[in-house]
């Protein structure tokens, strides 16, 4: 019950700052929901003994989700910084494992969102998209799962998913794209759209076994308790997080 309340508060939520909230809205919203990620991802990394980055990673993370920087100089020069704070390190294997972590968790969560942003830009039906198809396939995996999964698709990292539940997220997820598409999007081609779905599924349930395994090598079962009955906000949208830069490349390269 309390995950169905927790839903029903969150889904007019996310309708109204995708859709309809005034653009300040928002990005304010976003950048909440990134750092509230990115202590999420940091607290999941201090369990796999890599030392927290403090204040650099969230001012990075900021920049990269709010400043619209296209010089590739600019991430190079985050990860220079990232290496150099762990030279700081009094032990300096552990200088590579907390440069990484660093690096990789604005990229995940900042970089990810930046790509939601510049979606909404695009079109807000396209952020919902973005958004909304992996759930909808998450629905399909949890009811074809129990019903028909006998092969697991991932046992060590997620013992619950089965080969049967993923085909099946695939599926929903191009049922979805193929109702919502010619309906909000009808300038796609059909069949390049449908292509872009089963491709940013597949990467959303890539996303949701890397959260796994993070939390599994943490020994903890969800990234954090703000969303009852949920999990953190990590848990919520570690698919999301793999599919975004997928449409976002794909939608910004073919101008559809």
Known sequence: MTRVLTALLLIPTFCYLVLLAPWWAFLLSVGAVAVLCYHEFLYLAALHEIEKPGVFGYASGLLILFVPVKDPAFYVLIAILAMSLGLRSRNLGAALPYSAALVFGIAYIFGALRCGIDLREISPYWLFF?????????????????LLGKHRLSPRISPAKSWEGSIGSVAASVLYGAI????????VPLAEGLALTAAANIAGQIGDLCESALK??????????LLPG?????????????????????VSNFHW
């Open 230 to 250: 949920h999990g953190g906000w990590l848990d919520r949208l570690d698919s999301s997080l793999f599919a975004l830069p997928v449409v976002y490349f794909v």
């Open 130 to 146: 973005g958004l909304s198809l992996n759930w909808a396939g998450d629905i399909a995996a949890l009811y074809v799962g129990k």
């Open 180 to 187: 919502y598409l010619p309906r909000l999007l009808p300038a």
């Open 216 to 225: 599994r090598g943490a020994g903890v079962k969800d990234s954090g308790t």
